[in-house]
């Protein structure tokens, strides 16, 4: 066995297949820390991790020097929108009435490029909020090397009832561009089917949102018609995910067989209990809700926290008390790109263990995304690899620290 690795190696070199071995001062491999740990990357592969003691690193091989840091599993965020810039900026209504798909995915590529260069190597991006397939063209144009950024799984435009999403408050003469698509009844099916056909890695759907601006939410979709969208993506070897923050929009997505549960906001422990049973992932985005009552005033430490966000930590507090599954997802977008780790420090923050933080933006991520050779520091997964100062399960702010960035075997960035 041995021989045949040693082997192999040597082909690797002879073919010029490039060979690094990365040495931090310790690896979270995406479940566990492990000091005087080291990485060998062969191609865009993962081939041995432990101490360097223990393993057979071949000649030749290109040494990385990263001292000083802790080496992780490329970040997986869960909830972004690339399409999109912080609110404080422009309004999500102007976005989308007033910046065209050209001008808002140019942004976009902007804003790939600090997303990976921020540690984030994979993105889960949960709608174009307007600009139709902007985001399939910019995974297409990512995928190809045109312009870096992370690996994309896009929504496509999203899925809300008629009538039920923005931009609001034009007479009905007149005709605005929506912020997702709306379908109703059965129609629902062909719309999963447009969207998927149409480049749509999943399907994301409202199942409740403000029916005028300013009120509260409510449910959209009956159970039946997200039904209908679950059975028609599962057909086609896909999922929906849904945005929910009511209890009874949240209660229908899961039953309707949502996977994820987007924001949960207004969650109770009966419903999170629920999500637990049916194994459905919460992505909280506690990011999102912080950045927008500081955008409406809020002077945070030191004005008391407003309403909405003693709330947002209540019901974050049932969902881990219920045992549901966190997923790392801010809604990135409605701040600034390339600042996702507000997400990962407000999770400790909120109460969860920073070990625990970085395992739901790394293997816990990769799992619910169905993404199996991402997510850990193994033996044949892929080389996405980063690195950052410090140890962040001491200190959860270093995971701005990032010295160094891989994706699938190729250097972004060293230091
Ligand atoms: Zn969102």
Known sequence: MKNLVVATLFLFSFYGISQTLLKPDRVFDGTEMHENWVVLVQGNTITQVGPED???????????????????????????????????????????????????????????????????????????????????????????????????????????????YGPKGFHDGVTVPLGAEAASGNEVVKTVRRQLGNGADFIKIYA??????????????????????????????????????????????????????????????????????????????????????????????????????????????????????????GDVGVFSHGDNVRELQMMVDYGMEPLAVLQAATSVNAQVFHQDALGKLEKGFLADIIAVEGNPTTDISKMRAVQFVMKDGRVYKQP
């Not at 020097?65 to 972004?80: C, K, M, N, V």
């Not at 102007?94 to 942004?107: A, F, G, M, N, T």
């Not at 490029?113 to 991006?125: E, F, Q, V, Y």
């Not at 959209?220 to 995910?241: C, D, H, P, W």
Request: aromatic fraction near 6%; charged fraction near 20%.
């Open 54 to 164: 223990r393993m057979a690193i071949p000649k030749k091989t290109k040494i990385i020097d990263l001292s000083g840091t802790t080496l992780l599993p490329g970040l997986i965020e869960g909830h972004s929108h690339l399409l999109l810039h912080p609110y404080n900026e422009t309004s999500w209504n102007d976005q989308v009435l007033k910046e065209s798909p050209v001008e808002r995915s140019i942004r976009g590529v902007v804003h790939a490029k600090n997303s990976l260069m921020a540690g984030i190597t994979t993105m889960r991006d949960l709608g174009s909020e307007g600009a139709g397939y902007s985001d399939v063209y910019l995974k297409k144009s990512i995928d190809a090397g045109i312009v870096p950024g992370p690996r994309l799984l896009v929504a496509g435009p999203a899925i809300v009832a008629t009538g039920a």
């Open 208 to 329: 409740d949102y403000r029916w005028r601006s300013g009120e509260a939410s409510n449910p959209t979709f009956s159970l039946q018609e997200i039904q209908l969208m679950n059975e028609t993506a599962k057909s086609a070897g896909r999922y929906i995910v849904a945005h929910a923050s009511t209890p009874e929009g949240m209660r229908r997505a899961i039953l309707g067989g949502a996977e994820t549960i987007e924001h949960g906001d207004h969650g109770t422990l009966e419903v999170f209990q629920l999500m637990k049973e049916k194994g459905v992932a919460l992505c909280p985005t506690l990011a999102a809700g912080d950045a927008v009552s500081q955008y409406n005033g809020w002077q945070k430490g030191r004005d008391p926290e407003p309403d909405r966000i003693v709330q947002k930590r209540a019901s974050f507090k049932l969902a881990l008390q219920a045992g549901v599954t966190i997923a790392f997802g």
